[in-house]
């Protein structure tokens, strides 16, 4: 059961800007940073941005992301056929003392 | 350049131990954090737990009961042990290098991921 909750799924046309919510609460994003994931059908997860708003090296810089209060968002700007994949939140929770991640967002360009 | 590859059997019986090993490549255990995740099929991710570089582990709540994370530093390994498996046990297992700190924020990441390893547990 995923602490974090994400829409189940997001779609764009190409070159249109698409965003991914990730609600959280004082326990996770409240107090600590938030990163994203991306995951193509049949691989493994690649990190996407870290500490809210890093990328790392190799990401395009369409990808942003930003956090505020206990949720977070991930935006993809001007979205390319390449980009279908699913996406997932994560962060600490100092509650659980553990990684969560969130629930999952499948993206589909149009 | 880390890399990582797990490897342990893709079949565990019922109430049997999932055991599953994790080689790292690149860089050094000593070093950083190194986690467990899986993924059911069709599901989303879970972290499991991790150890880290002074050999110090965290398991999430849920399996704390029923895992243990241990590491050779000699081989450069680290290790998933999941005891009494059940069908809900059945997943792709990914071993993962994580960041983690405190300074200038609280942060907690997988940077490098391996290829993951299926596991099906079933009679």
């Known amino acids: 059961q995923s602490v974090l909750t994400q829409p189940p799924s997001a779609s764009g046309t190409p070159g249109q800007r698409v965003t991914i919510s990730c609600s959280g609460s004082s326990s996770n994003i409240g107090r600590n940073t938030v990163n994203w994931y991306q995951q193509f059908p049949g691989t493994a997860p690649r990190l996407l941005i870290y500490r809210n708003n890093q990328r790392p090296s190799g990401v395009p810089v369409r990808f942003s992301g930003s956090k505020s209060g206990t949720s977070a968002s991930l935006a993809i700007s001007g979205l390319q056929s390449e980009d279908e994949a699913d996406y997932y939140c994560?962060?600490?929770?100092?509650?659980?003392?553990?990684?969560?991640f969130g629930t999952g967002t499948e993206v589909t360009v149009l | 350049q880390v890399q990582l590859q797990e490897s342990g059997p893709g079949l565990v019986k019922p109430s049997e131990t999932l055991s599953l090993t994790c080689t790292v490549s690149?860089?050094?255990?000593?070093?950083?954090?190194w986690s467990w995740i899986r993924q059911p099929p069709g599901k989303g991710l879970e972290w499991i737990g991790y150890?880290?570089?002074?050999?110090?582990?965290n398991y999430i709540p849920s399996l704390k009961s029923r895992v243990s994370i241990s590491r050779d530093t000699s081989k450069n390994q680290f290790s998933l042990e999941l005891r009494s498996v059940t069908a809900a046990d059945t997943a792709m297992y990914y071993c993962?290098?994580?960041?983690?700190?405190?300074?200038?924020?609280?942060?907690?990441?997988?940077?490098?991921w391996g290829t993951g390893t299926p596991v099906t547990v079933s009679s």
């Open positions: 993962a290098k994580t960041v983690a700190g405190s300074f200038p924020d609280s942060h907690f990441y997988m940077d490098v």
């Open positions: 994560a962060a600490w929770d100092d509650s659980l003392n553990g990684d969560v």
């Open positions: 690149g860089g050094s255990i000593s070093s950083y954090y």
């Open positions: 150890i880290y570089y002074s050999g110090g582990t």
